[in-house]
């Protein structure tokens, strides 16, 4: 059975970084692109970044309202993917989920994007607050 | 900046049908925007229903279908069951980035 389970959400203060986790099992981690998104309170859902899988070069993407604030990375032998946030805002306060990339790409801008997301964690809250 | 529009709300009757649309401001939306569909209970993660256009997950039930209409993306819900009152969410790819409708909010009645 594919799980992903997200964590490290909490609350944070404005301005410091956190960490957050997904931690995937029930398929071959390594084979799938991993995708972040958030929903803040009361609102709708928010693409934050995706990562590639090794063999799609491992390469990252970002959302334009999160770059230079974000980075994606993943460590494929203990099948985690992590979402590292720095400089904390208020407005950064949402449920962060994971989701796993489909297994059908296209090309497109010099690389490989997935067709889509399939199987969804069940969110990590983050509250960043003073 | 890119604003992908759905209708905020929608009506049906248990054993009805309704269909959901997903529109761009950059124009019509086609294939090569790979419009996916997610559905959200309260209190839930959203949960894959439609990629590309119209794929179906292997979860997805059948009365739920994926297509292009008018220069939209569309999903529509036929034979309408109780348990498909939630909130609907298309994304659609944009060269180097994924954006989300506002949601449609679907209440059986």
């Known amino acids: 059975e594919v799980q992903l389970v997200e964590s490290g959400g909490g609350l944070a203060q404005p301005g410091r970084s956190l960490r957050l986790s997904c931690t995937a099992s029930?398929?071959?981690?390594?084979?799938?692109?991993l995708s972040w998104f958030r929903q803040a309170p009361g609102k709708g859902l928010e693409w934050v970044g995706f990562i590639r899988s090794k063999s799609y070069g491992g390469t990252t993407e970002y959302a334009a309202s999160v770059k230079g604030r974000i980075s994606i990375s993943r460590d494929d032998s203990k099948s985690i993917a992590y979402l590292q946030m720095i400089s904390l805002k208020t407005e950064d306060t949402a449920v962060y989920y994971c989701?796993?990339?489909?297994?059908?790409?296209?090309?497109?801008?010099?690389?490989?994007?997935?067709?889509?997301?399939?199987?969804w964690g069940q969110g990590t809250l983050l509250t960043v607050s003073s | 900046q890119t604003v992908v529009t759905q209708e905020p709300s929608l009506t049906v009757s248990p054993g009805g049908t309704v269909t959901l649309t997903c529109a761009s401001t950059?124009?019509?939306?086609?294939?090569?925007?790979?419009p996916t569909w997610f559905q959200q209970k309260p209190g839930q993660a959203p949960r894959a229903l439609i990629y590309?256009?119209?794929n179906r997950h292997s979860w997805t039930p059948a009365r739920f279908s994926g297509s292009l209409l008018g220069g939209k993306a569309a999903l529509t819900l036929s034979g309408v069951q109780p348990e498909d009152e939630a909130e609907y969410y298309c994304l659609l790819y944009y060269g180097g980035a994924w954006v989300f409708g506002g949601g449609t909010k679907v209440t059986v009645l």
């Open positions: 029930g398929f071959i981690f390594g084979d799938y692109g």
């Open positions: 950059t124009g019509a939306v086609t294939s090569s925007y790979y």
């Open positions: 590309s256009t119209n």
């Open positions: 989701s796993r990339g489909a297994s059908t790409y296209h090309y497109d801008r010099g690389t490989y994007w997935p067709w889509g997301f399939d199987y």
